[in-house]
């Protein structure tokens, strides 16, 4: 017997294809990684959710779990899927995953790191330059037919400009290598100092904020980092100073984000990520000082290709109990 989940209603078909494993899709997957997955697995899109009932029959059947960086995999998921092998993220971070109850089952974690390391590091220089440089404003300046009646305000030169980096993991370094094409001095700050990195770190965010002029966000999420940067941090930055965040929305605090765009507190901001995706203040649509991109610094054709070939590898990997090719910090120890 074999549901399938169509719309919100489970139907039964009455047939199991037993030359395919079954493995749960949590969210809506990259058409990418759905593809992969279908030339060899059975996938059943969200049926924990859409039919209970369902899924009661079938979570035992469940190898592997798909999901994305936003996905949600809680602890009572983890306790049904009793003989899932591989939790497989299409995503560097995972935060909605509860990664200790996965670790208690013994599902080991992956997710999709380094391929998309560049695109990632492009789009937070390019949201420098955008916000820094006024470029989506001059777009439209020149779109509206205001340009003969007088040039545009003056904006902020980029080059030889300070740059802080909330973060230096893999990306972090990546945005550091570009900033330095600009000639950009580098400073950090970290969970710890990186010495070998040759940049000037700060043990806090706000004090790395008030020795920079663009603050680029790219920690990972999580409560460990829920508001780290707040209303004193936006202060330390002051009101030459930008903020750039291509992490998590739950990173920065909106509303006091929002404040201090309204108040002048910092100069601008260029955001890929929102607290409540995608649902975006309606207050942020109406500000001339950001720029908004819509959690889009991954996406490109190539990246998403990869990080898809990446997910499908870890997925089968656990399923057939290979070698995981990039699980999780956490896990590490798990699959050894």
Not at 126 to 135: A, E, K, M, P
Not at 138 to 152: I, L, N
């Amino acid at each position: 017997m074999h549901w399938t989940a169509l719309s919100k209603q489970a139907v039964f078909t009455g047939v199991i294809d037993v030359s395919k494993p079954d493995v749960l899709a949590v969210a809506k997957l990259h058409p990418f990684y759905q593809k992969a997955l279908e030339s060899v697995y059975t996938v059943h899109d969200r049926t924990h959710i859409t039919d209970p009932a369902a899924f009661a029959a079938l979570a035992q059947r469940i190898v592997g779990v798909a999901g994305t960086g936003e996905a949600s995999v809680p602890r009572s998921l983890l306790a049904q899927v009793t003989n899932a092998k591989v939790v497989s993220v299409f995503g560097v971070g995972y935060d909605g995953v509860d990664v200790a109850a996965a670790i208690e089952h013994g599902i080991p974690v992956t997710h999709t790191p380094d391929v998309l390391t560049d695109d990632v590091a492009d789009l937070a220089m390019g949201l420098v330059l955008s916000v820094g440089r006024t470029i989506p404003q001059a777009d439209k300046f020149v779109r509206a037919g205001q340009w003969p009646s007088g040039p545009m305000a003056l904006g902020r030169k980029v080059s030889g400009a300070r740059l802080g980096i909330v973060g230096l993991g893999r990306i972090g370094k990546a945005i550091a290598r570009r900033a330095s094409g600009f000639g950009m001095s580098i400073a950090y700050t970290a969970r710890t100092e990186k010495p070998d990195s040759g940049f000037k770190f700060f043990t806090t965010p706000a004090e790395l904020a008030a020795n920079v002029d663009f603050l680029v966000v790219i920690t990972p999420g999580g409560a460990g980092t829920k508001h780290l940067i707040n209303a004193e941090v936006l202060k330390a930055l002051g009101a030459r100073g930008f903020l750039i965040n291509v992490a998590r929305g739950s990173v920065v605090d909106e509303q006091a984000l929002i404040e201090a765009l309204q108040n002048g507190t910092i100069a601008g901001a260029g955001l890929d990520v929102f607290a409540n995706e995608p649902n975006v203040p309606d207050v942020l649509w109406t500000l001339n000082n950001v720029v908004l991109t819509p959690h889009m610094a991954s996406a490109t054709t190539e990246t998403r290709q990869a990080m898809a070939d990446l997910a499908f590898a870890n997925m089968q990997a656990g399923t057939s109990g290979q070698a995981l090719r990039t699980p999780v910090p956490e896990c590490a120890a798990l699959v050894k």
